[in-house]
């Protein structure tokens, strides 16, 4: 049986209220909180950085998920592996050598994983599969939240879930981007199993609600073979 895990994204939340916000959203029922890390250069915004996350660690005890949309991406690896994150995953064209960008994640204590934009190839994946966590196929170019899911992302994922099934090993595989209560089961159906979801949580007044509608829809997904 599929273990499915909704993670909210809080580039949708309230920062002015950040610590309420993810301590709702996880007593609404959220697996996991994603971090979006954006620097004005390798994407075209601006977010949070390492102190943010040590100030919500506190707040919540499941998981902190953090995407690291930042080139060059090693220097701020161990400053958020200290801030308390638990997964890190980054973009492979913003690291020169990826594979030490997986020991180094792994070194300090977190777990790995690997970004694919709307037309990054798949390739990387071919080496690097053994040092993977988690593979996070984004479903919008990434920058900014409340984007449209691009559909060409669900044969990505179906690729995607053939080669982890293939490996053997227990990798997650996440889809970020136009994630919402009328798709995530068309995504899962595709072979996806954790979902980022900004805007469709917190532009809503309740977050239970939403969540508990997606996993109603999860709940109506065929069991995958294999």
Avoid: W
């Avoid at 499915?4 to 959220?30: C, H, M, Q, T």
């Avoid at 902190?64 to 949309?69: A, F, G, K, Q, S």
């Avoid at 070194?107 to 970004?115: F, Y």
């Avoid at 939240?145 to 669900?154: R, T």
């Amino acid at each position: 049986m599929t273990q499915y895990r909704i993670a909210p994204s809080i580039l949708s939340a309230d920062f002015a209220e950040l610590g309420n916000e993810v301590r709702n959203v996880v007593k609404a029922g959220a697996d996991m909180i994603h971090f979006d890390v954006m620097d004005n250069h390798y994407v075209p915004n601006l977010t949070m950085g390492p102190m943010v996350c040590a100030a919500i660690r506190p707040h919540v005890d499941v998981p902190i998920d953090v995407h690291l949309m930042v080139k060059p991406v090693d220097r701020i690896i161990p400053d958020f592996a200290k801030a308390g994150a638990n997964i890190i995953s980054f973009h492979p064209e913003a690291s020169e050598h990826i594979d030490r960008t997986l020991q180094l994640i792994h070194d300090n204590g977190c777990k790995a994983g690997l970004v694919f934009n709307p037309a990054t190839p798949l390739d990387y994946l071919l080496h690097v599969m053994d040092k993977l966590d988690l593979i996070l196929i984004m479903s919008v170019n990434p920058g900014f939240g409340g984007q449209s899911f691009i559909p060409h992302a669900l044969k990505k994922i179906e690729t995607v879930r053939a080669m982890i099934d293939s490996s053997g090993r227990q990798i997650m595989l996440e889809v970020d981007g136009g994630v919402k209560v009328d798709n995530i089961a068309e995504i899962a159906a595709a072979g996806a199993d954790t979902f980022v979801a900004g805007s469709a949580i917190f532009s809503q007044p309740d977050y239970a609600r939403v969540i508990r509608e997606m996993r109603e829809q999860l709940a109506s997904v065929t069991p995958r073979l294999g």
